[in-house]
């Protein structure tokens, strides 16, 4: 029986016999308050869900989880996009792991303006943060999903009146050499849809976002392509991996198409 001076058996740190390495151990689904700085007010605060792993040599039992959370807090009170290298540095060194993996969650709004009544109404999105640390080098790239419409050229063509069009939901996850506003992101995916989704429209401003989508039918294979080149111009980003999904009204089943491109 252990008394109150007695030392506490670390488990975790005991020798595993096995001899299997674990790509990948840690804590999933945490709320974190987060800053994240904001093209048009400066700084937009909001709460992040974290993935938090590291990499576990094949001689250890486990990692220590509560570490994890007291990185989080260790930091100040609302964690920055700019302070992400630091917490993955300070996780594998408290850890002792050589690889360590963050991904950071959060939904980020944007106020959007309707296209004819000038009604302003916010839209949010949501970003990924994703950082990798291996041996001290360290990668990070930003996942953004949007909502869209989108119009099938198909139905338009074959149609005496009207066309089939549904929501869309188009993803970029990017890599880059210098900084890029979230707000930049967002708008080469709205701009390879069909049309832009928003949260308030007048009927004036419907009327223009049913013609906008008819007027511009798009497969998601034309959405992927046409994003591709909206991404390609763009010095600051090196690497893409971008994807397109209908949400079929007419089909029971959804349509799809994913694209990578490395453009070192």
Partial sequence: MNTPNSPIADVQNTVDTRHIAINKVGIKSIRHPIKVQDKSTGVQHTIAMFNMYVGLPHNFKGTHMSRFVEILNSHEREISVENFPVMLRDMVAKLE?????????????????????????????????????????????????????????????????????????????????????????????????????????????????????????????????????????????????????NFESIHNHNAFAELTRDKR
Wanted: proline share 4%; net charge negative; charged share 30%.
């Fill in 97 to 245: 792991a050589e690889t360590g993996h963050i991904e950071m969650n959060f939904p980020y709004f944007i106020n959007k303006t309707a296209p004819i009544s000038g009604v302003q109404s916010l839209m949010d999105y949501d970003v990924t943060f994703i950082g990798d640390i291996c041996h001290g080098e360290i990668a990070t790239s930003v996942k953004v999903v949007v909502p869209v419409t989108s119009l099938c050229p198909c139905s338009k063509k074959i149609s005496e009146y009207g066309a089939h069009n549904q929501r869309c939901r188009i993803e970029a996850k990017v890599r880059m050499k210098s900084r890029i506003w979230i707000e930049e992101i967002v708008r080469y995916l709205e701009k390879a849809a069909s049309t832009e989704v928003f949260a308030v429209l007048k009927r004036p401003d419907e009327k223009y976002v049913t013609e906008a989508a008819y007027d511009n039918p798009k497969f998601v294979e034309d959405i992927v392509r046409d994003l591709a080149l909206l991404l390609d111009g763009d010095d600051r980003i090196s690497w893409f991996t971008i994807n397109s999904e």
